[in-house]
């Protein structure tokens, strides 16, 4: 597991559970544009699926990942890696604005698509993917890491979904994360590429309040971003904010920066506030601040009980091993493909009203 106060590498690893036999299930990499592929090659292979090929057009970096996975080999084109009838799926994690068209050959080739977020940085190409989808019964998943690779996280999702502390009435997300500006590739501070902070890391975020309050939809009161403290990268996004009010009812907010300070522990002191009708959770994703050592945690409080929960060695990520039974037998128990272009559209129109009203000011 790499080192948890960087973002860019981390790799929260997990445990080895197996849902399918050796051989059953393989599946390629291609892309290696950001670090996060790292993990979710880690928890594929941990639910027992197997690397078979990966295809990266700069063959140092292939050789690198390939030390990490020595048991694939290295394809000379991406058709070769899509002309393996043994590949169920390929997992990518292309600069942002080039996942959508890779996602699209995949699902061309017959093969699911599991892409790092955010997965399409305009409503063009998310419409493009819808379609595609539809007409080919590929899916089209999304690596949405701060829930479905955070222990905590995901624990907390199923307690709010349980009816633990009622019917829920409001989530609040904030998303501090490390910039590492130095070690940043260039891609990264170039808008059109990355596509908006919201549209980026705020993408984790909608996931989760749509997750946590059961709703299909929302709309959006308010969205905001701004470059607070790099005037040197005119084109970064160091901080967004976003309301929303679910089409339940429920009332969402969530806060996504670049302003992790260096004493930090942790890439970023993620927290997540449900509160219901009948009680309230906090979640501390990655750190338990001020208490040295201070593992990550879940508390609640309802009508019964006061509770803390804590998160300490590897941890059981059961979204993987579901996703790879998706993909043999075509169902939607990790995740439905319309919550995942959801999460994705909600967070490309936050990004659309803020860009709005930047032009404006």
Same mark, same amino acid.
């Given at each position: ?135 080919? *019964? ?48 260039? +891609? ?25 309050? *059961? ?42 920066? +670049? ?7 942790? +890439? ?31 508390? +609640? ?61």
């Amino acid at each position: 597991m790499a080192n948890a106060s960087d973002g860019m590498t981390y790799n929260p690893g997990g445990q080895n559970k197996p849902i399918v036999e050796s051989g059953e299930f393989m599946f390629g990499v291609a892309a290696l544009d950001h670090a996060h592929i790292d993990g979710m090659t880690t928890a594929l292979e941990s639910a027992g699926a197997q690397l078979k090929r990966i295809y990266e057009p700069n063959l140092e970096k292939a050789k690198a990942f390939q030390k990490k996975f020595p048991k694939a080999t290295i394809s000379s084109s991406l058709g070769e890696l899509l002309d393996d009838p043994e590949i169920r799926c390929v997992a990518a994690a292309a600069i942002p604005n080039e996942r959508c068209d890779l996602g699209i050959k995949v699902m061309d080739a017959g093969k699911d698509y599991f892409t790092d977020k955010c997965p399409f940085t305009t409503l063009e190409q998310l419409g493009r993917a819808r379609e595609k989808a539809t007409e080919t *019964g590929r899916k089209y998943m999304v690596y949405f890491s701060e829930r479905l690779h955070n222990a905590p996280t995901f624990f907390a999702g199923e307690l709010a979904r349980s009816g633990a502390i009622g019917k829920v009435l409001q989530i609040m997300v904030m998303a501090p994360h490390r910039l590492s500006k130095d070690n940043r590739p260039e +891609w990264f501070f170039q808008k059109e590429r990355y596509g908006g902070i919201i549209t980026d890391i705020g993408s984790h975020q909608f996931e989760q309040l749509l997750h946590f309050t *059961g709703a299909s939809d929302a709309k959006i009161n308010f969205s905001r971003v701004e470059n607070f403290n790099n005037p040197d990268k005119p084109e970064l996004e160091d901080f967004g904010e976003t309301s929303m009010t679910m089409d339940n009812g429920a009332s969402c907010y969530c806060r996504i920066d +670049w302003f992790t300070p260096d004493a930090a522990r942790a +890439w970023g002191d993620g927290r997540l506030f449900a509160l219901g009708t009948d009680g309230y959770i906090e979640v501390r994703k990655y750190l338990d601040i001020g208490r040295p050592g201070g593992s990550p945690s879940v508390f +609640w409080v309802n009508q019964e009980e006061e509770r803390e929960e804590t998160f300490e060695g590897p941890q059981h990520f059961p979204f993987f091993g579901e996703l790879v039974l998706d993909m043999l037998n075509r169902t939607e128990n990790a995740m439905t493909q319309e919550h995942a272009f959801k999460a994705a559209e909600l967070s490309l129109q936050a990004q659309k009203i803020a860009d709005e009203a930047q032009v404006m000011a």
